[in-house]
């Protein structure tokens, strides 16, 4: 879990600039079941946990294309063996449970640890670093082979990799596979390749980055400023549209991250999820009408829905590696000890997309279990399922949890097509990645009026800033921005945003905001603080205000 946390926050980092052996512990402390009647045009739902056998300490669990669940867990024999893992088929009601697999899988150095991504062909499930062949298919499984993958050697060996993989997803043509790769520097780059089958292992081929490398060029129209790129990639989550765009996390209107989906043929980037807050995983239902999603939308006290509820141009790249704070305030510090949820929420997509102030189901039951990843839907496109923690427990303690849609009629699903290899901005030339700089010092001119000065800066030990100054600035010759955002991060000290802004014109804003967080890690991280700094004012204090609504950093916790 640490691990995995660690390498969440480098990323949330990347993007916009470990398993632990659990202790014996009951698979529940309650195992609540709620029935919800909601006004958003899914009807009446149903949420319950999956009954698992009284010995099965449970890691993660996702459904199969045929229905299945298929879980992995410890149990009192394996619990102090190093990457042993046991994997299971079951009914999502608890019965006709099955063995598949009981065994070591070797960690690799720069690996994520274990996913578990089932092929949509049912006889075979991405690990990550191998692929678990079953014969004859998953649910009847009388053999196993563990497969090893071979990645490109000038990434998976390359000084500048610290994870040659941290998230990895499958098409649903059984053949491509993207995955989100880490580099020193804070830099990131998601791919995707063909996964081949060879005598003895996986061979990814025809291997293309999908993501911004850089994230700025010169602006032809004004000599002497940059223009910002458009900013692909992110954390890989799901293929959608039949396999022919994937599902991230990610940014585009919004400061604060949100869920994305990126075409592969035509490269447009479409907006998910609009909400202020810290929105993440979209998981897409069969016909793709609607979506489970990761958000601390329903989390007042720890949503930090003021750090993005006025709108900013160009505003990832402002708020820059505070969202990887962000990160451990909402999300880690949720699971750890601060009282709070992170979902999952169940949302009509193209509400989600289209519908301002829409906020969708919330499936959370139960305050002291938290949300933790995988989420997935049964083919049936009226059941979906996702892993949830005891709060503290350093996931020793699980359950999976599952909601019924009791009176959606679900479409046909997305027929599946083949995975393009024609993506036209796709780069085969893996060494560009080695071209990489974050750091950035320039001027950025507005269509019509003034100018943001903006600078990024990365700098050694998990640390660095972003400043941005906006002076007049306007794209539309009728809203201005002036003013200023400051971000200094420091993972081995305490972290601080400030801002002074004012939007002006027929959209009226304002931030007069400080924040400062304590170290993001240990078991209290990313505490935000209050107390009294060396220049007489609190070390956190202010608001923001936009289109009627005010935010105080007071109203979250601690």
Same mark, same amino acid.
């Given at each position: 879990?640490?691990?995995?946390?660690?390498?969440?926050?480098?990323?949330?980092?990347?993007?916009?600039?470990?398993?632990?052996?659990?202790?014996?512990?009951?698979? %529940?402390?309650?195992?609540?079941?709620?029935?919800?009647?909601?006004?958003?045009?899914?009807?009446?739902?149903?949420?319950?946990?999956?009954?698992?056998?009284?010995?099965?300490?449970?890691?993660?669990?996702?459904?199969?294309?045929?229905?299945?669940? &298929?879980?992995?867990?410890?149990?009192?024999?394996?619990?102090?063996?190093?990457?042993?893992?046991?994997?299971?088929? &079951?009914?999502?009601?608890?019965?006709?449970?099955?063995?598949?697999?009981?065994?070591?899988?070797?960690?690799?150095?720069?690996?994520?640890?274990?996913?578990?991504?089932?092929?949509?062909?049912?006889?075979?499930?991405?690990?990550?670093?191998?692929?678990?062949?079953?014969?004859?298919?998953?649910?009847?499984?009388?053999?196993?082979?563990?497969?090893?993958?071979?990645?490109?050697?000038?990434?998976?060996?390359?000084?500048?990799?610290?994870?040659?993989?941290?998230?990895?997803?499958?098409?649903?043509?059984?053949?491509?596979?993207?995955?989100?790769?880490?580099?020193?520097?804070?830099?990131?780059?998601?791919?995707?390749?063909?996964? %081949?089958?060879?005598?003895?292992?996986?061979?990814?081929?025809?291997?293309?980055?999908?993501?911004?490398?850089?994230?700025?060029?010169?602006?032809?129209?004004?000599?002497?400023?940059?223009?910002?790129?458009?900013?692909?990639?992110? %954390?890989?989550?799901?293929?959608?549209?039949?396999?022919?765009?994937?599902?991230?996390?990610?940014?585009?209107?919004?400061?604060?991250?949100?869920?994305?989906?990126?075409?592969?043929?035509?490269?447009?980037?479409?907006?998910?999820?609009?909400?202020?807050?810290?929105?993440?995983?979209?998981?897409?239902?069969?016909?793709?009408?609607?979506?489970?999603?990761?958000?601390?939308?329903?989390?007042?006290?720890?949503?930090? =829905?003021?750090?993005?509820?006025?709108?900013?141009?160009?505003?990832?790249?402002? &708020?820059?590696?505070?969202?990887?704070?962000?990160?451990?305030?909402?999300?880690?510090?949720?699971?750890?000890?601060?009282?709070?949820?992170?979902?999952?929420?169940?949302?009509?997509?193209?509400?989600?997309?289209?519908?301002?102030?829409?906020?969708?189901?919330?499936?959370?039951?139960?305050?002291?279990?938290?949300?933790?990843?995988?989420?997935?839907?049964?083919?049936?496109?009226?059941?979906?399922?996702?892993?949830?923690?005891?709060?503290?427990?350093?996931?020793?303690?699980?359950?999976?949890?599952?909601?019924?849609?009791?009176?959606?009629?679900?479409?046909?699903?997305?027929?599946?097509?083949?995975?393009?290899?024609?993506?036209?901005?796709?780069?085969?030339?893996?060494?560009?990645?080695?071209?990489?700089?974050?750091?950035?010092?320039?001027?950025?001119?507005?269509?019509?009026?003034?100018?943001?000065?903006?600078?990024?800066?990365?700098?050694?030990?998990?640390?660095?800033?972003?400043?941005?100054?906006?002076?007049?600035?306007?794209?539309?010759?009728?809203?201005?921005?002036?003013?200023?955002?400051?971000?200094?991060?420091?993972? =081995?000290?305490?972290?601080?945003?400030?801002?002074?802004?004012?939007?002006?014109?027929?959209?009226?804003?304002?931030?007069?905001?400080?924040?400062?967080?304590?170290?993001?890690?240990?078991?209290?991280?990313?505490?935000?603080?209050?107390?009294?700094?060396?220049?007489?004012?609190?070390?956190?204090?202010?608001?923001?205000?936009?289109?009627?609504?005010?935010?105080?950093?007071?109203?979250?916790?601690?």
């Amino acid at each position: 879990m640490l691990k995995k946390r660690i390498i969440s926050v480098l990323l949330m980092l990347s993007l916009l600039l470990s398993v632990v052996t659990p202790t014996l512990a009951s698979n %529940e402390a309650s195992d609540s079941t709620s029935q919800k009647h909601n006004s958003n045009g899914i009807g009446k739902i149903n949420v319950s946990s999956v009954p698992l056998p009284n010995n099965a300490k449970l890691l993660d669990g996702t459904y199969t294309y045929s229905g299945k669940v &298929l879980i992995s867990y410890k149990t009192e024999n394996d619990i102090d063996t190093t990457d042993f893992y046991n994997l299971a088929v &079951l009914g999502d009601d608890g019965t006709n449970f099955k063995v598949i697999f009981s065994g070591v899988i070797p960690t690799k150095p720069k690996a994520n640890g274990i996913r578990y991504m089932p092929f949509q062909d049912n006889k075979r499930v991405l690990l990550g670093d191998y692929v678990l062949e079953c014969m004859p298919n998953l649910d009847n499984c009388k053999s196993t082979k563990l497969v090893p993958i071979v990645f490109p050697s000038i990434l998976e060996q390359d000084a500048n990799t610290t994870h040659h993989w941290s998230e990895i997803i499958i098409a649903p043509d059984n053949k491509h596979m993207s995955w989100t790769m880490l580099r020193s520097g804070f830099s990131a780059a998601a791919l995707i390749g063909v996964l %081949e089958r060879k005598t003895d292992n996986y061979v990814l081929e025809h291997v293309q980055i999908i993501s911004t490398v850089q994230g700025f060029k010169n602006d032809p129209n004004h000599q002497g400023f940059i223009i910002p790129n458009p900013v692909r990639g992110g %954390e890989v989550k799901q293929f959608v549209k039949g396999g022919n765009a994937i599902s991230l996390v990610g940014a585009k209107e919004n400061s604060t991250t949100d869920s994305v989906v990126q075409d592969l043929t035509y490269g447009n980037i479409t907006q998910i999820t609009h909400t202020p807050g810290y929105d993440e995983t979209t998981i897409f239902s069969p016909d793709e009408r609607l979506g489970i999603v990761m958000s601390t939308r329903f989390s007042k006290n720890t949503d930090p =829905a003021i750090f993005g509820l006025m709108p900013r141009p160009y505003g990832p790249m402002s &708020l820059g590696g505070l969202n990887g704070i962000l990160y451990m305030y909402s999300v880690d510090g949720v699971r750890k000890f601060r009282a709070g949820n992170i979902g999952p929420v169940l949302i009509d997509i193209n509400r989600s997309m289209n519908q301002a102030g829409y906020q969708g189901v919330q499936l959370t039951t139960d305050e002291n279990w938290i949300f933790c990843s995988p989420m997935s839907w049964h083919p049936d496109g009226k059941r979906a399922m996702w892993v949830e923690m005891v709060r503290g427990s350093n996931g020793s303690q699980k359950r999976l949890r599952k909601v019924n849609l009791l009176d959606y009629k679900p479409e046909k699903p997305v027929p599946i097509k083949p995975t393009t290899d024609n993506i036209p901005y796709g780069i085969k030339d893996l060494t560009v990645l080695n071209s990489v700089y974050s750091n950035i010092d320039g001027k950025i001119a507005g269509k019509r009026s003034g100018y943001i000065s903006y600078l990024n800066n990365v700098s050694p030990n998990y640390s660095g800033k972003t400043e941005t100054q906006y002076v007049n600035f306007s794209d539309d010759g009728v809203n201005f921005y002036n003013g200023y955002e400051k971000v200094h991060y420091n993972y =081995a000290g305490e972290s601080r945003y400030e801002a002074n802004i004012k939007l002006t014109g027929t959209k009226q804003g304002e931030m007069n905001l400080r924040a400062t967080f304590s170290v993001p890690g240990g078991a209290t991280p990313a505490r935000l603080l209050f107390e009294t700094d060396v220049d007489g004012k609190p070390k956190s204090y202010g608001y923001a205000k936009y289109n009627g609504i005010i935010l105080n950093i007071e109203d979250l916790l601690e």
